[in-house]
Structure formats: structure tokens, C-alpha cells
């Protein structure tokens, strides 16, 4: 069975929405390498449409500017599945829409053959995935900030989810990667 990561840059308090507006400065040599073990060895790429257009207004081009850019060539072969109920388009190679029920269809997506299925960002797919039980390692980044607006991970509506610590890290930023698995998982 395919293992599933879902990767999060996350403040202090919580919020995962637009890290763009806090991230940044806390982004380093050892963060690139986690994101890129968790994300960029992936041989399938989960995200929902916002992230895919964030990632579809910078990786391609990011490819074209420098072949040599590994990430870029990674997530641009990688076969890139978008969650949306609206119907899509798309211009990046290796991208394709999920067809029918999200919980399903990745049931089925783990378990065909390949390598590991990856999530950036994708707030509303994580929380679904996390709650059927079929994420494997939740990497949250915890940035030293506190955001004080904006959507959490978790919020008031959410059921209890419980998790066992698998890793833990400090980045010389102040930055904790936090690596979670389901709380039954060894």
C-alpha cells in the first residue's frame, strides 16, 4: 500500500492560510530539505485547486528558467492530481482532475502500485483525509509566529483526531518540523 504525507506550513496559533504573507523568513537550507524529502520524492502529487494554481504560477516556470532546479523537475513530472468539484483546465504537464468521491478514489489511488502520494498546503483535503484515517505522516512546519487571523488546520467544527508523534526537528530559524502519524500507527 502507497504511504500518504501531507505537508503544512503552519504559525504558532494555528493558521495555515496564506503562509506567503509569514513564511518566507523562516525559510532555510534545512527547511528545503524536509519539504524536498517529504514532497519532492513523491511519485504523485494530492493538492486541492487553490494550491495547484499557487504551484502552477511558479514551478513551471521556475523549470523552464533552470533545468537544473530539482524540485521544479520533480513536481513537474510528477503526476499531479487536483481536487475540485468545478471542472479544470490544465497547462502543466502530468495534471489531471480527480474524478468522484475524494475519500474513494484516494482509497483507491493508495492502493494501487507506486511510489509515496504527497500534499501541499490543501487545507480542506487534509482535514478530510486526516479524518477517514488515510494520511500516514502529517509534516507540519511550525513557524515562530503568531498569524492571529486567518484558517487553521483544525478548527471549532472539527472531530478529535488523534496522532502519535513519529519525528520532531528544530530548525536553526525557530522553525519545529513535526512529523504525526495516526495515534494506532507503530
Do not use: C
Not at 500518504?4 to 503552519?10: E, L, P, Q, R, Y
Not at 493558521?15 to 506567503?20: K, Q, T
Not at 488515510?134 to 496522532?163: K, M, N, Q, S, Y
Amino acid at each position: 500500500m502507497r504511504k500518504i504525507t501531507a505537508g503544512m506550513f503552519i504559525a504558532a496559533d494555528g493558521v495555515v492560510e496564506s503562509p506567503d504573507k509569514w513564511h518566507f523568513p523562516y525559510f532555510n537550507d534545512e527547511m528545503g530539505a524536509a519539504v524536498t524529502a517529504q514532497l519532492g520524492t513523491a511519485d504523485t502529487i494530492l493538492l486541492g485547486r487553490v494550491t495547484y494554481d499557487t504551484f502552477v504560477g511558479a514551478w513551471p516556470a521556475r523549470e523552464a528558467a533552470d533545468a537544473d532546479d530539482a524540485m521544479a523537475k520533480s513536481l513537474g513530472d510528477a503526476r499531479k492530481i487536483v481536487v475540485s468539484r468545478s471542472p479544470l483546465e490544465f497547462t502543466w504537464r502530468n495534471s489531471e482532475q480527480l474524478q468522484g468521491d475524494l475519500i474513494e478514489s484516494v482509497t483507491k489511488l493508495k492502493a494501487e502500485p507506486g511510489g509515496p502520494i504527497a500534499l501541499s498546503g490543501s487545507v480542506s483535503v487534509v482535514r478530510q483525509l486526516l479524518a477517514a484515517g488515510l494520511i500516514d505522516e502529517l509534516h507540519l512546519f511550525v513557524h515562530p509566529i503568531a498569524v492571529g487571523r486567518g484558517l487553521r488546520l483544525f478548527d471549532d467544527t472539527a472531530d478529535p483526531v488523534p496522532l502519535k508523534l513519529l519525528s520532531s526537528a528544530a530548525f536553526t530559524t525557530g522553525v519545529l518540523h513535526v512529523v504525526y502519524g495516526p495515534a494506532d500507527q507503530a
